[in-house]
C-alpha cells in the first residue's frame, strides 16, 4: 500500500490546536453521514485526544453530528480493569461521550483485565479482532472497517498507539490487534492496533503538541523505517494529517514547515 504523503497543519499553541481539530472532525464525521448515513472514528488518548474530546464537546457545532449514528473505536487501551481511570475509554467518556446520544452498541470499547478473558492479553486483543471483523465489509480491507478518521498521538519517543519503536507490536505484520506486554511506558500491559490496522483507514490524523513532541515530529517526518520510529509507519488510505502546534513543529526543516499554516 502507497503511503499518502502527509499534510502539516501547524496552529499557534495546544489550545487553538485542539479547537481546530475539533472543528475539523465534525464536519469530517458531519459529511461521512450525510454521503453514507453513517460514520466511523478511531479514538486515541493520551492529553492532545482528551483535548480534542473536551474541545468537541464544548463546540455548539457538534449537535450537526448524528451521534446515534457514529462508531466509535479505539486505537490501544491501557489493559487494567475497566474502571480505572487511566483507560482511555473512562477518560473520553468523562471528557464527551457521557455528553452526548450515543448508541451504546456502536460504542467499541477494548476489552479489560477484569472482562471475560482475564488476564490474557493475547485473548482480548484477538476478540476485538473478531469485533472489528463483525463489522467490516465486503470490499474492507484486512478485516476492519474502512475508518473513516483514525487518531494517533505521537509520543516523545515516536510511539503511536501502543506501538513503540523496536517493541515487537511494531512488527506485526499479521495479527490486526496485538496484545502487548512489556512497554516502556506505563502500564505495561496493553491492547493496541498494528499499523496494518491503521493504514486500513481512510484518514489517519496524528496529533502533537509541545516542546517535548518536537524531536519526536521531527524524526518521524525526516523518513526513517516505522520500526524505529512507528509514527512514520502510520498513515490512511486517502490522507495523513500531523496536526501540531508550533513547539511540537519548532524542530521541523523549513522545507516541511508548512508557512500558511494558523
Do not use: C
Not at 94 to 109: F, G, K, N
Request: proline residues 8%; hydrophobic residues 45%.
Amino acid at each position: 500500500m502507497t503511503a499518502a504523503v502527509p499534510q502539516l497543519v501547524v496552529h499557534r499553541d495546544k489550545e487553538l490546536m485542539a479547537q481546530a481539530a475539533a472543528a475539523r472532525l465534525i464536519t469530517r464525521i458531519v459529511d461521512a453521514q450525510s454521503a453514507r448515513g453513517t460514520a466511523s472514528v478511531v479514538l486515541t488518548g493520551g492529553r492532545n485526544g482528551n483535548a480534542l474530546l473536551a474541545a468537541i464537546a464544548s463546540s455548539p457545532a457538534r449537535d450537526a453530528v448524528d451521534w446515534r449514528h457514529l462508531d466509535l473505536w479505539w486505537g490501544d487501551e491501557r489493559f487494567v480493569p475497566a474502571a480505572d481511570p487511566e483507560r482511555n475509554a473512562v477518560q473520553a467518556r468523562d471528557e464527551l461521550l457521557a455528553r452526548v446520544p450515543l448508541d451504546p452498541a456502536r460504542v467499541h470499547e477494548m476489552p479489560a483485565s477484569d472482562g471475560a478473558d482475564g488476564s490474557d492479553v493475547e485473548a482480548a486483543a484477538a476478540r476485538y479482532a473478531r469485533e472489528l471483523a463483525a463489522a467490516a465489509e465486503p470490499g474492507d480491507r484486512l478485516g476492519v472497517p474502512s475508518f473513516d478518521v483514525l487518531l494517533l498521538g505521537v509520543g516523545p519517543d515516536t510511539h503511536v498507539a501502543s506501538l513503540f519503536p523496536e517493541h515487537p507490536g511494531v512488527r506485526e505484520n499479521e495479527l490486526t490487534v496485538t496484545g502487548v506486554r512489556g512497554a516502556p511506558k506505563p502500564p505495561p500491559v496493553r491492547v493496541s492496533l498494528t499499523l496494518p490496522a491503521i493504514r486500513a483507514a481512510r484518514e489517519v490524523w496524528l496529533l502533537a503538541a509541545g516542546e517535548d513532541k518536537a524531536d519526536a515530529v521531527a524524526l518521524a517526518l525526516s523518513g526513517p523505517g516505522e520500526i524505529q520510529a512507528p509514527a512514520s509507519g502510520a498513515y490512511g488510505r486517502s490522507r495523513t494529517l500531523w496536526l501540531l502546534d508550533r513547539a511540537a513543529a519548532s524542530k521541523l526543516p523549513a522545507e516541511l514547515y508548512p508557512a500558511a499554516s494558523a
